[in-house]
């Protein structure tokens, strides 16, 4: 049994994440996700929108994961202790160094392998947190303006 541990915030969940997700499971048997707590989130990206317990039921709903996990808030690495993971599965735009990775791994003598998955290819405009934020202002102040115009 191969396990495969799927990192990320997925605040808003989109199809970058589903491809994610599946591209994370072709490597093994369990797919195991780890939802970044929100300091994490905090700490590394920006304000989640969705909070933490929400972001895990929504992973948790997924046809394709077996199992998701609250990540820790003070060491990162504590949870892959726990689920010692065959394989890390990583997003082809995460900010995590595999070196770092490695390094951290072998100081816990875990021996899980690192892949770095490829980038989600399909045209699609909305196959990011940030570009759907984008979209959902830029949509709110064409309103605004409509509004505005209306009210002269």
């Known amino acids: 049994m191969v396990k495969i541990m799927a990192t990320g915030t997925f605040d808003i969940l989109h199809m970058g994440h589903i491809y994610y997700l599946k591209e994370a499971k072709k490597l093994g048997d369990t797919l195991i996700v780890i939802v970044a707590c929100d300091s994490t989130v905090r ?42 993971p065959d394989i890390i599965a990583l997003g082809y735009d995460q900010i995590h160094d595999e070196k770092v990775i490695r390094q951290n791994l072998e100081k816990r003598n875990i021996k899980a392998k690192i892949i770095r998955l490829s980038k989600y290819k399909k045209i699609e405009d909305l196959n990011g947190t940030r570009k759907i934020i984008s979209k959902i202002i830029s949509a709110y102040e064409f309103q605004k303006n409509i509004e505005k115009i209306e009210r002269k």
């Open 43 to 84: 700490k590394m990206k920006h304000e989640p929108v969705t909070s933490e317990k929400m972001r895990l039921q929504l992973i948790k709903e997924l046809k394709i994961v077996d199992e998701a996990y609250l990540g820790k808030k003070d060491d990162i690495y504590k949870i892959v202790e726990e689920i010692k």
